[in-house]
Structures are given as C-alpha cells and as structure tokens.
C-alpha cells in the first residue's frame, strides 16, 4: 500500500487555494487547508470528501508563530507526511502613501511575507530529513514591480519573492524543490466579478485566470523532474499586457 502523501495550503481561499487542494486531492494527497476561519474551510472539505478524496481543514493564523509550528507538526503526527506546501495568503490592498499607517504596512507585510517565511522554515524542517518536498509560495505582479498605492503589498510580494529565491538556492541541493509563480493577471474570483465587473466580462474569452488552470500548472511544478526544475514561472491571461 502507498504510503500517504499531505499537502498543507495556507490561505486555501474560495479560488485558487481551494482549486490547488483539490487538484492534488485528486492525485491521492490528504488536503490539510488553513484559512482564519476553519467554519469558512467546511465547504471546500465536503467537496473534496464528497469527491472520494481526504481534506482536513484547520483554522489557523499563517502570522502566528506557534500556530504555524503546531500546525505542521499536528499533520506529521495524525495525518500524513508533508509532501508539498504552498503559500497563498493574499493581502492586497490599496493606499496611497501618506494613507498607509504603520499597522497597514506591517499587517500586510505579516500576511504576505512574515507567513510564508513560517510555513517555508516550518516545512523544510520535516522535509530535509526525507531529502524530498516541494515549497510552493505564490507570487503577483506586485512581485516584479510596485505600482501606484501598493507600497505595502508590492514591498511585501517582493520580500516573499527573495525569500523564495534564497531557500530555493540552499535547498534545491538538498532535494527540497522551492518554487515561486507569478500570477500576473485577474483571477476568477468573486472579489473580481463585483469589483471589476468590466474585467470579469473577460472571462468568457478566457481573459482572466481560472483557478484550476493554476492548479495545473502548481501540479505540474511539483511533478517536474530534478533535470527540470523551474524555480519561478509567469502566469497570465494571453491578453494580459506585460
């Protein structure tokens, strides 16, 4: 019998989290989700239950440094080995700059950067020993470049993205695949389909990024052979101007 396999996604929203746990549940991996709130994961873990796949959901602060700890070690013992972990909190928000307060700018930067740096220290621990694992945290375009009134989120995207870098450079050696894509673009979700309503129009021409093709693609990271690993890749509609 194959020796059970989990991935943990922190941030496992109503889109692209809930998209990626899925998509790997269909391939045999225990789900472990975490949002703030573990009522909000219920429906997410129904499905993938629903679907014959195994999900357990955890309400947990990414923030927190004794949750995040407590958390993976929680899976390693009850559930299953950590075989994959992927960051995907958001935190976008915008202000202009005589407008971002303090507790904005390190609220943001906590959410966005200060978790992954947890979830990353916190899963190699478990990995190392194993010489295997895929450290996945998802990038925006607020990682390449900053844009008028994101200083707090493009500051925090660009510091998870050097982050990234510097645990892919000591742990790829290692056996430990760390990757950072860049989703450059609108995403299927029903904050863009009330915000941006212009946008969510696209869709229907493939203009905006639907959830389970990003799944794919974070799939595809993970079954990538050591020959071939990529560390960070760009995602974008193909009428997304770049």
């Given at each position: 019998m194959n020796e059970k396999k989990a991935i943990l996604v922190i941030g496992a929203g109503d889109a692209t989290g809930g998209a990626i746990a899925r998509r790997f549940a269909r391939e045999g991996f225990v789900a472990c989700v975490t949002r703030r709130s573990e009522e909000k994961l219920q429906p997410l873990v129904n499905e993938i239950?629903?679907?014959?796949?195994?999900?357990h959901g955890f309400g947990s602060d990414a923030?927190?440094?004794?949750?995040?700890?407590?958390?993976?070690?929680?899976?390693?013992?009850?559930?299953?080995?950590?075989?994959?972990?992927?960051?995907?909190?958001?935190?976008?928000?915008?202000?202009?700059?005589?407008?971002?307060?303090?507790?904005v700018y390190q609220k943001v930067w906590e959410m966005a950067c200060f978790g992954g740096f947890l979830m990353g220290r916190e899963a190699a621990k478990v990995m190392l020993p194993r010489g295997r694992g895929t450290i996945i945290f998802t990038g925006a375009t607020a990682s390449l470049r900053g844009r008028e009134g994101f200083a707090a989120f493009?500051?925090?995207?660009?510091?998870?993205?050097?982050?990234?870098?510097?645990?892919?450079?000591?742990?790829?050696?290692?056996?430990?695949?760390?990757?950072?894509?860049?989703?450059?673009?609108?995403?299927?979700?029903?904050?863009?389909r009330s915000t941006f309503p212009e946008r969510y129009q696209l869709k229907d021409q493939q203009g905006i990024l639907n959830p389970d093709s990003i799944a794919d693609a974070y799939w595809q990271i993970h079954m990538q052979p050591r020959d071939a690993w990529t560390h960070e890749t760009e995602l974008r509609p193909w009428m997304e101007t770049w």
């Open positions: 239950r629903n679907s014959g796949g195994d999900a923030r927190k440094e004794e949750e995040m700890i407590g958390l993976i070690e929680k899976i390693e013992r009850e559930i299953a080995p950590i075989e994959v972990a992927v960051f995907n909190i958001g935190a976008n928000v915008r202000f202009p700059i005589t407008e971002t307060t303090s507790r493009a500051g925090a995207k660009h510091a998870l993205r050097a982050l990234a870098q510097s645990m892919a450079r000591e742990l790829w050696p290692k056996g430990i695949h760390v990757a950072h894509p860049v989703i450059d673009g609108a995403i299927d979700t029903e904050f863009i």
